[in-house]
Each structure stands twice: as structure tokens, then as C-alpha cells.
């Protein structure tokens, strides 16, 4: 079935050590996202890749990064996790927007805990 | 950034009732969409209507959109103990770009007991 997956499902890292998550997508859609959602609320679209193109949320810390080296893979790199940046972290795709398809598709997250 | 909010914040009903939630939101949308999420899971999605639809069926699920107020209801009919999840309402805006950012509000805890 094609689907997005996200390692590794739980995750936990020290405080100051970088961190990558990682998503695959065999659904060949052109865009990737990468959400942040914390405990009781709302996902945060931290930045999103449209083909190559990168594009980052105004609000989102340089400490996130972002790597798409082809279709499939997409990874999020914390370069310096802080206890703040215990979350989940969704991992999202969709198609091309000039389509008329505008759901998007979501793995089932990685938790991150840091200690 | 969040652009919603919804109300009410936390729902418990008896299998068998009917739940409804609602949505509101700020800017011009594209479209608007029902997003379910499981404890500790991805969201999954369940419905999507267009800014031109004022409502819209699937299953047991009854989705409606007034433009005019900036909101949105979703009905749940005849619930059951799995439909137990919380429920995120997503917005398009008209000024997104090809790939669709979806804006979510805040999410409504939906618990249904047996």
C-alpha cells in the first residue's frame, strides 16, 4: 500500500545533541512537510519542500533543518534539541496543488523526548 | 501559524448519540478539511468541502461551511467507542501558494463511551 512512513517512531536524544527523523513517501507526491505538535494541541507546519524548493515557516527556529535528497526522503535535522523541542513530529505529503487534490497524507509521527 | 479555533474543546458522549463540532476561522479559504487524529497516531483525513459547497456527506460524517460567518460544523451521526479521537478542522487560503500549506485549528477531544 503506498503510504508515508516515519523513523524511527520514538526517538530520544540529550540535550544539545543533534537529532535527524527521517520520512518515506512511495506515494510520489511532489510535496513534503514536516509538522510540530505538541501535547493537546495543534500541528505546526515548520517548513515544507514543493518538488526541491525549500520553504521555511517564518517562525520556525534555525535550529530545524531540513534535507529532501529525492522524491521519497525528506529529514528533519535539530541541530541543538532543547527540552522545548520534546514533540511529535509529523511528517506530511500531498500532490502538485494545481490539481485538484488538496488532502494531505500523514505518517504516524515520531516522538521525541529529550532528556 | 493557527489560524482556528473550535469549539468545544473536549466532547464525551454515549455510543449511539451524535456529536457535532465546529470551526471557526480567519481569512478566505480555499477549501476547508476535517482531520481525525488518534492517540499518539498521524492525522488522518476525513473530508474536504470547497469554499463554493455549503455541505457535504460521506458516511456518517455531515460537514457543513458558511463562508459568511468564517465557520464550519462537523457531525458525527450514530457514534461509536472507535470513533474516539480528536478532530482538527484545516483551512486553505486563497493566497496558498501550489503546495497548499493547511492552517489547523485547534482540535476538538472527542470521547465516546460504550
Known sequence: DAMVIQNPRYQ?????????????????HNVMYWYQQKSSQAPKLLFH?????????ADTPDNF????????FCFLDIRS????????????????????SYEQ??????????? | SQQGEEDPQALSIQEGEN???????????N???WYRQNSGRGLVHLILIRSNERE?????????????????????????????ASYFCATVPISSGSARQLTFGSGTQLTVLP
Open chain 1, 65 to 72: 533543518q531540513s534535507r529532501r535528497p529525492n522524491t521519497s
Open chain 2, 19 to 29: 456529536a457535532t463540532m465546529n470551526c471557526s476561522y480567519k481569512t478566505s479559504i
Open chain 1, 49 to 57: 519542500y514543493y518538488d526541491k524548493d525549500f520553504n521555511n515557516e
Open chain 1, 105 to 115: 497524507y500523514f505518517g504516524p509521527g515520531t516522538r521525541l523526548t529529550v532528556t
Open chain 1, 81 to 100: 534539541p532543547g527540552l522545548g523541542d520534546a514533540a511529535m513530529y509529523l511528517c506530511a505529503t500531498s500532490r502538485d496543488g494545481t490539481g485538484d
Open chain 1, 12 to 28: 530520544v536524544t540529550q540535550f544539545g545533541k543533534p537529532v535527524t527523523l527521517s520520512c518515506s513517501q512511495t506515494l510520489n
Open chain 2, 31 to 33: 477549501n476547508l478539511q
Open chain 2, 56 to 84: 457535504k456527506h460521506s458516511g456518517r460524517l455531515r460537514v457543513t461551511l458558511d463562508t459568511s460567518k468564517k465557520s464550519s460544523s462537523l457531525l458525527i451521526t450514530a457514534s461509536r467507542a472507535a470513533d474516539t
